[in-house]
Every structure is written in C-alpha cells, then in structure tokens.
Nanobody, 124 residues
Framework: QVQLVESGGGLVQAGGSLRLSCAASGRTFSNYAMAWFRQAPGKEREFVAVISRSGGVVYYADSVKGRFTISRDNAKNTVYLQMNNLKPEDTAVYYC?????????????????WGQGTQVTVSS
C-alpha cells in the first residue's frame, strides 16, 4: 500500500493562503481515493475534502466549501489542498488519507492509510 507524507503547513494571517501537498509512495496511487482531514486541539478529527481516483469527483465539508480546493496529480503521486481566505478556526493539524477503491468516504474510519500530519496555524 502507499505511504503518505504531508508538507506545506505553516503560520499565516487570517485571509491568507496555503497549499498543502501529500506525496504518496508506490506505483498504485491512481487506484486510491484521497482525502484531507484536520484535527484542532481538544477537538475530534473532522473531514475536510475528498477526491476520486481520477480527480473528477470532489466533496467538501460545508465549513471549507468555496475556500478550499482539493486536486491531484497522478503522474506526480501527489494530492493537494489549496486553502484560501483562511480563518483562525482553520487552525489544526491537517492529515491526508488514502483508501484503495472508488468509494468516497467522509468519515475517517473509511481510510486505512494516513500521513503524519502538517500543522496549519492561522493568526487573527
């Protein structure tokens, strides 16, 4: 199965932008549905966005819809999360996750491969 490594987190002011990347090892990346989740201190992990294997289908949490964009480049084995108009409430550790197959889950339990996470901090 693939292994995932996130990057691109950091500190940004409210209203700013960041792009997260999740690089996957292995030759079967295109067989995996990919998702982003986040977890803020003292809160449960929550779904952010998911993308189908081809990139043709995406879903977003209501809290990020219109501000975040998930995309993937199967030639580069990478999934991205472009985050615009960031808010302090977006502060969290962001994780990418993978699941072999076509089903697009919005629950963390649907994924069996996780990255180590990258911290995003949005100051007011």
């Amino acid at each position: 199965q693939v292994q995932l490594v996130e990057s691109g987190g950091g500190l940004v002011q409210a209203g700013g932008s960041l792009r997260l990347s999740c690089a996957a090892s292995g030759r079967t990346f295109s067989n995996y549905a990919m998702a982003w989740f986040r977890q803020a201190p003292g809160k449960e992990r929550e779904f952010v966005a998911v993308i189908s294997r081809s990139g043709g289908v995406v879903y977003y949490a209501d809290s990020v819809k219109g501000r975040f964009t998930i995309s993937r480049d199967n030639a580069k084995n990478t999934v991205y999360l472009q985050m615009n108009n960031l808010k302090p409430e977006d502060t969290a550790v962001y994780y990418c996750a993978a699941r072999l197959g076509t089903t697009l889950y919005t629950q963390g339990g649907g994924y069996n491969v996780w990255g180590q996470g990258t911290q995003v901090t949005v100051s007011s």
